[in-house]
């Protein structure tokens, strides 16, 4: 993208989805499995409850089967 870094700013933050910790993203973690990293169970529960793909070279979190992922290798 041609332009001043206030532009390319701007037009990254209007392209990118926030995703809040709601109580939904919360209880969607429960259904991960515990021994799993709580940053990991996070990430996988956000990406459940907001329908994101959640791009990760983890083979763990690719083989989780509930959410989608997009192998980052």
Same mark, same amino acid.
């Given at each position: 993208m041609q332009g001043d870094l206030? !532009?390319?700013v701007a037009h990254a933050v209007?392209?990118?989805? &926030?995703?809040a910790f709601t109580h939904?993203?919360? $209880?969607a973690g429960? !259904?991960?499995p515990? #021994? $799993? #990293?709580p940053a990991d169970r996070f990430l996988s529960a956000t990406a459940l409850v907001f329908d994101f793909t959640l791009v990760t070279a983890d083979?763990? $979190? &690719?083989?989780l089967g509930n959410i989608k992922t997009l192998a980052n290798r």
């Open positions: 206030t !532009q390319w209007s392209a990118t989805k &926030l995703a939904e993203v919360a $209880l429960r !259904q991960f515990y #021994d $799993l #990293d083979r763990r $979190l &690719l083989g």
